[in-house]
């Protein structure tokens, strides 16, 4: 169901005053320290999981789909508002805020190990959402918004992120050369370490030449890699400094559950997905249906239009409030956070995922993006995808966005 209660012609953006809500995730790091001396509840030292895993997912389900798109006419209106851009600038305040009240109750003995680690969980999933805003801001031209984006994500460690997924991620995108894309039959597991390790890599490669053309060596104060690095380095040495070396497995979990937050939803954003070649072999440009799309209204708002990520990757230059939804991007069933928990079940993920790869290339096997070794014929799929890629269903064709 559509959500006609913020449906508004006459508005430039009926959801203009629900973006501030973006800010509970950085939230989640503020506030589980009052919300269990005021309760007693040990519980909501796991406020992060439990918000995005539980809350978001049934609120996506109560709520519906957004089904507003901004006119053309205010775009540049839009674009221009600042407001917009001061919703993910506060992020990163709250976020390192959080981060240092987390370094004190880590370092003290009244809270158990179980309070601590789920504290670590809940920064993790901060730390993720961060890389999120600083996905947002590093995709501007402006010079401080590029910096402010670095500094997002010094928390997780990933600041390489800031390179591969510019530079990198969205030129190769929905192709079996991109680290970034999850290739059909690939579970999570699986994905993990070869994005992570291909995309560091990658990045490696790509600031070394951007140098090597300014005529700058790997030492070099534009470095971006060595930019950011310097960054995490001198945030988790001031925590250490601050509160003694107790801190650094807790620093540690939340850096790896941040960047592991960032790479399922990477694994969830192009699963199986394969751009068109032209005749000379070269891949098209990347369209919107190139990537999966949900417009589960609360976890837009909670992520900043993530969720539209065709028209993201179709339009990078856009920002998040002008992004929009496109009947022509396959759509996901669920929102993100939903679909996080899905792809952690490999059988679970395929069994919901695969006959809607299909379903989007109108059953033909030849035209996704499979996993290395794979053989595309009926014996590996199960026997409800065997159906679908003889005969599409129409109705699945049509939620896939095949049209």
């Not at 539980?54 to 053309?72: K, T």
């Not at 970034?180 to 990658?202: K, N, V, Y």
């Not at 059988?347 to 995922?353: A, D, F, I, S």
Request: glycine share 8%; hydrophobic share 40%.
């Amino acid at each position: 169901m559509a959500m006609t209660v913020f449906k508004n012609t006459q508005a430039r953006d009926p959801k203009r005053y629900l973006w501030i809500f973006g800010l509970i995730a950085p939230g989640c790091a503020l506030l589980p320290s009052q919300l269990v001396a005021h309760t007693g509840l040990e519980l909501f030292w796991w406020i992060g999981p439990i918000i995005v895993f539980v809350a978001i997912p049934l609120l996506d389900w109560a709520v519906g789909d957004d089904g507003s798109n901004p006119r053309d006419e205010d775009y540049e209106a839009l674009s221009n508002d600042r407001y917009y851009r001061w919703c993910t600038y506060l992020f990163l305040p709250m976020q390192f805020i959080g981060l240092l009240i987390a370094g004190y109750l880590w370092s003290r003995t009244e809270l158990s190990m179980a309070d601590k680690l789920g504290l670590a969980v809940t920064l993790g999933v901060v730390s993720g959402i961060g890389i999120n805003a600083a996905h947002e801001l590093g995709h501007r031209v402006e010079h401080m918004e590029r910096w402010l984006a670095k500094i997002a994500l010094a928390q997780s460690g990933y600041g390489h992120f800031f390179v591969e997924h510019n530079r990198g991620h969205h030129v190769r995108v929905a192709t079996p050369e991109d680290p970034a894309s999850a290739r059909f039959g690939e579970s999570l597991w699986e994905f993990l370490p070869r994005t992570i390790f291909g995309g560091f890599r990658s990045a490696l490669a790509l600031e070394r030449e951007r140098l090597s053309r300014k005529g700058k060596g790997w030492f070099s104060l534009e470095n971006h890699l060595l930019q950011a690095w310097s960054m995490s380095i001198a945030l988790f040495g001031t925590i250490i400094l601050l509160f003694g070396p107790m801190v650094i497995p807790f620093l540690a979990l939340q850096a790896v559950i941040g960047a592991g937050l960032l790479e399922t939803v990477n694994y969830v954003e192009h699963y199986g997905l394969l751009r068109r070649r032209r005749p000379n072999g070269n891949y098209e440009r990347c369209s919107p249906r190139d990537s999966w799309n949900s417009d589960r209204l609360v976890t837009n708002i909670f992520l900043f239009h993530l969720q539209r990520h065709s028209d993201h990757h179709a339009n990078p230059g856009r920002r998040y409030q002008t992004l929009r939804s496109s009947e022509q991007a396959p759509q996901l069933p669920a929102g993100y956070a939903t679909m996080v928990v899905l792809a952690a079940v490999p059988p679970l993920w395929r069994k919901v995922m695969d006959r809607r790869v299909l379903a989007h290339y109108g059953g033909d096997l030849t035209l996704v993006n499979p996993k290395r070794g794979l053989s595309l014929n009926h014996r590996t799929m199960p026997p409800a995808d065997r159906t679908a890629a003889r005969m599409p269903d129409p109705a699945e064709s049509s939620e896939a966005g095949s049209g």
